[in-house]
């Protein structure tokens, strides 16, 4: 029997807690809450730079809540927003932490990108990579 009365709600949210804890493992940070919004702001900031196309194409394989956390506040007629520097997009993602400053941002990030990676068909994150400059490739 499911915990909630509705298998696909439990495995969506068993899904989502998994995609965080991989990240929290990743990073070392033994705080879901904080991974959680890494994931979220990462998530972002890749989102934006996709043309839409690209964007849904990488929505489509991400689970149920993570999908979600991914379009939540998407504005497509704003985007793509091209970021063609390792520090812009570094910036972008550490302005989700305010006044928490994520230490080693790079790790951080790459932290995230494995997770996708390990999730994520390899033809969808070759995609994605190819939309990013070279520099920011190095966070891939």
Do not use: C
Request: zero cysteines; aromatic letters at 8%.
């Amino acid at each position: 029997m499911s915990a909630l009365g509705l298998k696909i709600i439990d495995t969506a949210v068993h899904d989502a807690n998994a995609w965080i804890n991989e990240v929290d493992a990743r990073t070392d940070w033994d705080d879901k809450r904080r991974s959680y919004r890494l994931l979220r702001q990462v998530l972002h900031v890749i989102r934006d730079h996709l043309n839409v196309d690209e964007a849904a194409q990488l929505g489509a394989q991400l689970p149920t809540l993570i999908r979600g956390i991914y379009y939540e506040g998407w504005n497509p007629s704003s985007t793509p927003v091209v970021e063609r520097t390792t520090a812009g997009f570094v910036d972008r993602v550490q302005a989700g932490f305010d006044n928490d400053p994520m230490g080693d941002a790079d790790h951080a990030i790459a932290a995230v990108i494995d997770v996708l990676d390990a999730h994520v068909s390899r033809g969808e994150m070759d995609d994605v990579k190819s939309t990013f400059t070279n520099k920011i490739r190095r966070l891939f």
